[in-house]
Structure formats: structure tokens, C-alpha cells
């Protein structure tokens, strides 16, 4: 039965003696935790912006931001990496997934401008498509919902090979109405599998809005129709997030799959191509941004004594010298070989 979750489990903190200790947090999440991911969410966040700056000056072709997306992304990976026996598939928006599964700086650049020793393809996809096995993700392509069945074949193997690895797959709203997804939730369902359904809602199918995608509120109902269990969370809260990710994944490896719908906010074109500004109200994306993980987090740190203004600030002059290092990094590397375009390619 899908259901919304509009409270956190109380647990213990791990916070030092300064810091207070009425944020409730879940059992495995601590302070320190928050101001972690913070450190990698502005890190994300300034690689993205850069990204986006190069597309305009001619050296990215094209680039998906997850701004707004962040938190979903990093919550969901922390419940992941915290488990331990996690694989990841996921979607062409998820950057901060990607790279804070273990890529640097300097190889998301390079991935982006296409350059020789890219980690994921060396340069012959679309950024950061392909796999990236040293770190458990594969996005074979850019194919909308195509990665929902290729992670329900990767649960069923491990199934198969009894492995107790639970299986993470994300796509967005517009994916959900891809026969695709159909085909991997019904077979998910039928056989049990340990897989996890990750929907970053942002309400746009490019530009599409969700009223004229579905005749639902909440993409997680769908889960009735197929027989497991949906969960709605705000996307935009990297604790609700974490949490439900959490209890997901025992789920997941105990009895079967689960459909969990994170409510995030797309603050950027759907890509460096689109013009959103011709089908979104420019208040809408103002709105919007009220509720940007960045900013959000950030007050409730400080509020909570774990970080200070100067602290943040501190923290966002490395990432700016971290992603200025990668840009240089990359713009001085190589194009790749053409001798190679042919290897690791199947013979006609």
C-alpha cells in the first residue's frame, strides 16, 4: 500500500556536546553524516554550475543538471553505502549519485568534455554513460526507463547466484509512463526481486508537466497495481530521504521490491538545449528554489551548532579551488585516440 511518510524516526544523534540534539534523527545517521554530505552536495553543486558555464563557451555539448535533485541523490547513497551490499543503476540527471559513489572531480570533467581516460566509456558516450564497475553503477544508456529492466536482470542474477545484493534503480516521472517500467515492476513483483524503484519526481517530462503525464498524485501508488509497497517522500529533505532509502533496502532484501517516489525540484532547464522559461512560470521557479537543498541544509547546520557561516563559506572556496583544478585538468587532456573507436565494441 503506497504511503506517505510525514514524520522521522527518533534516534540517536552522534553529536558532540555543542551541537544540539533535537533533530531526531534515524538510527545510523549522525551530524557528522549531514555535514558530510553538505561538503559533497556544494562540491556537486559548483561542478554542475561549472558544467553548465563550459556548455555556453563551447567545450560541454550537452549536460542534464541535478540541481534540486542533490539531496534525494546523496540520501539515497548513503543508505546505500551504509548498507554495504548495494549496486546502483541510475539515471542520466543523477551527477551527484555518480560522483560521490567515488568518481573525482577531475574524471566527471573529463567525462563531460570527452577526453581521453574518461572512467566510464573513454569518451565514446553521452557523460558519465556506460559503467563504472569499481564503484557498482552502470548506466548502459540514455534510452528513457531502458535502465529499470536492465537493474531488475541484474537483481535477478544475483537472486540466481545467491547474493544478497540489493539493487537501486532510479528514473524520473516521465520515465514511469514507459512500457519499460511496466515490464520491470510486473517482473520485479511476480519474482520478489531485491530492487529498489527510485523516482525523482521534479513534475516535468522534459516539459511536460505531471498533470498531463498521469491522472495520480503520487507516482508511488502505482505500486499497488503491481503488488509491493510505495513510499512518497520529499525528495527535498536528504533525512526523509536516507531514512526511507534505509527501510527500503531491508525490505527490499527480505521480501521483494519497492517503489519509492522522491519529490524533488528540477531548478534548471531539463538540459543546456531546453529553454524552460517557455513552458514554466519564471514565479514557479522562484518558488522553487525557496526549497533548494543547498541553501535548506545549510540553515538547518547552523542551526544546529555543526556548522558556522565562516565554515560554510570556507567550504564552498575548496570546492570552487577543487572544480578549478578539474576544469584545468581536463581542458589540458587529450582527445582519445581514434585508432580505439573500435575497441571494446562487438564485430560486426
Not at 520515465?175 to 524503484?197: C, I, K, R
Not at 517522500?233 to 517503489?259: F, N, W
Amino acid at each position: 500500500m503506497a504511503r506517505k511518510r510525514t514524520d522521522r524516526a527518533k534516534g540517536t544523534g552522534g553529536a558532540s556536546t555543542a551541537v544540539k540534539t533535537d533533530l531526531g534523527l534515524p538510527d545510523g545517521l549522525t551530524i557528522d553524516d549531514l555535514v558530510g554530505c553538505f561538503t559533497e552536495m556544494i562540491l556537486v553543486r559548483t561542478l554542475d554550475e561549472r558544467i553548465w558555464a563550459l556548455n555556453r563557451q563551447g567545450k560541454v555539448p550537452i549536460a542534464a543538471s541535478c540541481q534540486g535533485h542533490e539531496a534525494a541523490q546523496l540520501g539515497s547513497l548513503l543508505a546505500a553505502k551504509k548498507d554495504g551490499k548495494c549496486f546502483l543503476f541510475p539515471y542520466y540527471r543523477d551527477l551527484a549519485l555518480k560522483m560521490c559513489a567515488g568518481l573525482t572531480p577531475t574524471q566527471v570533467m573529463m567525462s563531460f568534455m570527452g577526453k581521453e581516460g574518461e572512467p566510464y566509456s573513454n569518451g565514446r558516450q553521452f557523460p558519465l554513460q556506460g559503467a563504472d564497475l569499481a564503484h557498482n553503477v552502470i548506466q548502459i544508456s540514455n534510452v528513457v526507463a531502458a535502465g529499470l529492466t536492465q537493474a531488475v536482470g541484474y537483481a535477478l542474477a544475483c537472486r540466481m547466484l545467491g547474493d544478497d545484493t540489493v539493487v537501486l534503480t532510479y528514473f524520473g516521472d516521465g520515465a514511469s509512463s514507459q512500457g519499460e517500467t511496466h515490464e520491470a515492476m510486473n517482473f520485479a513483483a511476480v519474482h520478489q526481486l531485491p530492487v529498489l524503484f527510485i523516482c525523482e519526481n521534479n513534475r516535468y517530462a522534459i516539459s511536460v508537466p505531471q498533470r498531463y503525464q498521469m491522472a495520480i498524485a503520487d507516482v508511488s501508488t502505482r505500486a499497488d497495481g503491481y503488488g509491493f509497497r510505495g513510499v512518497t517522500v520529499d525528495g527535498m529533505d536528504l533525512v526523509q530521504c536516507y531514512e526511507a532509502t534505509s527501510e527500503a533496502i531491508k525490505h527490499a532484501r527480505q521480501q521483494g521490491p519497492v517503489l519509492l517516489e522522491m519529490k524533488v525540484e528540477r531548478l534548471m532547464p531539463h538540459t543546456t538545449d531546453d529553454d524552460d522559461l517557455r513552458y514554466r512560470p519564471r514565479a514557479e521557479i522562484e518558488e522553487a528554489r525557496k526549497r533548494d537543498p543547498v541553501v535548506t541544509l545549510a540553515a538547518l547546520l547552523i542551526d544546529q551548532g555543526a556548522l558556522t557561516q565562516e565554515r560554510v563559506d570556507e567550504i564552498k572556496e575548496q570546492a570552487r579551488d577543487a572544480i578549478d583544478e578539474a576544469t584545468d585538468a581536463a581542458d589540458a587532456a587529450g582527445q582519445p585516440d581514434v585508432s580505439t573507436l573500435h575497441d571494446l565494441v562487438y564485430a560486426p
